[in-house]
């Protein structure tokens, strides 16, 4: 009798394992999802926060380096991107499992009979709505972005042509004023390496260049031919000598008239600087 009775009951204890299987792989398979799911967010969450630094450096220089005004939507795009940032890896996990677990059932019966879950990882629709919204947030900031790249592209053409042309004269003049040749080259150097540099402070490229334009502010009248001009009561003329000097490094006495001699002569910066050739 006791053996007619260890047979269901070894059925029952069979049964019970293979449930317990099945349930440890079901239990296996919602592991997956969420960490797909939340690796996914994750990756979409860390590409708009480093958008929306580079959205605050960018705006941060053109405010307050260059004082130009940022874009109207570039606060709205400020704040969807915040609020998107701000998710926590609690409420991830609170809308992966809301989704999944509601499914535990379908997903137990799809264990294959070799126990293996034949189910594919997928995005639950919470998490697909969750990034949706985070993807058109990166795409706000994005537009925003390339609009201010755009402006401080056209402030750092401006103040290249600016330094250019003072260099040109410091050129002509043999770099007497070493305190002015030492600032533009500090200029140059911030417009062409450190303005579009992400890496760096904003505040401190704020700062190193307010001290330049401070500097560059102290030698106005080397700042262009026409300020040097205006400074000297120089004629035209005697300043496209000036000019013809700065590209062929000599004048002879044919070149020039004797009313730019005189003029010459009595500007310190230019009786040093041009060589005449009898």
């Known amino acids: 009798m006791s053996e007619s009775k260890s047979l269901p009951t070894a059925v029952d204890a069979l049964e019970d394992k293979a449930r317990e299987h099945k349930q440890a792989q079901n239990t296996q398979y919602h592991v997956s999802v969420a960490r797909h799911n939340i690796s996914e967010v994750n990756d979409e969450l860390d590409e708009l926060a480093e958008r929306l630094?580079?959205?605050?450096y960018y705006k941060t220089v053109l405010e307050e380096a260059f004082d130009g005004s940022a874009p109207s939507m570039t606060s709205s795009a400020v704040q969807v991107a915040?609020?998107?940032?701000?998710?926590?890896?609690?409420?991830?996990l609170e809308n992966v499992q809301s989704d999944d677990m509601g499914e535990g059932n379908a997903e137990l019966d799809d264990l294959?009979?070799?126990?293996?879950?034949?189910?594919?990882?997928q995005l639950t629709p919470d998490v697909?709505?969750?990034?949706?919204?985070?993807?058109?947030?990166?795409?706000q900031v994005k537009n925003v972005t390339e609009t201010i790249e755009g402006q401080l592209d056209s402030k750092?053409?401006?103040w290249s042509t600016k330094v250019a042309a003072a260099e040109e004269l410091q050129k002509i003049l043999g770099g007497?004023?070493?305190?002015?040749?030492?600032?533009?080259?500090?200029?140059?150097?911030?417009?062409?390496?450190?303005?579009m540099d992400l890496s760096g402070s904003a505040t401190s490229f704020v700062s190193k260049w307010d001290n330049a334009t401070s500097d560059w502010e102290k030698h106005q009248s080397l700042q262009s031919f026409d300020d040097f001009q205006e400074k000297h009561d120089l004629s035209d003329s005697t300043i496209e000598d000036v000019k013809t000097l700065s590209k062929s490094q000599?004048?002879?006495?044919?070149?020039v008239s004797l009313d730019s001699l005189e003029e010459m002569k009595r500007v310190d910066e230019l009786e040093s600087a041009v060589e005449l050739n009898l």
């Open 53 to 56: 630094r580079d959205l605050k």
């Open 112 to 121: 294959g009979a070799d126990g293996q879950n034949d189910l594919e990882v």
């Open 250 to 255: 000599q004048l002879t006495l044919a070149d």
């Open 128 to 139: 697909e709505t969750q990034i949706k919204q985070i993807r058109s947030a990166k795409k």
């Open 82 to 92: 915040e609020k998107g940032v701000e998710v926590t890896q609690e409420d991830l």
């Open 156 to 158: 750092r053409d401006e």
């Open 176 to 195: 007497q004023d070493s305190d002015f040749a030492r600032t533009l080259n500090h200029m140059h150097t911030l417009l062409t390496r450190e303005l």
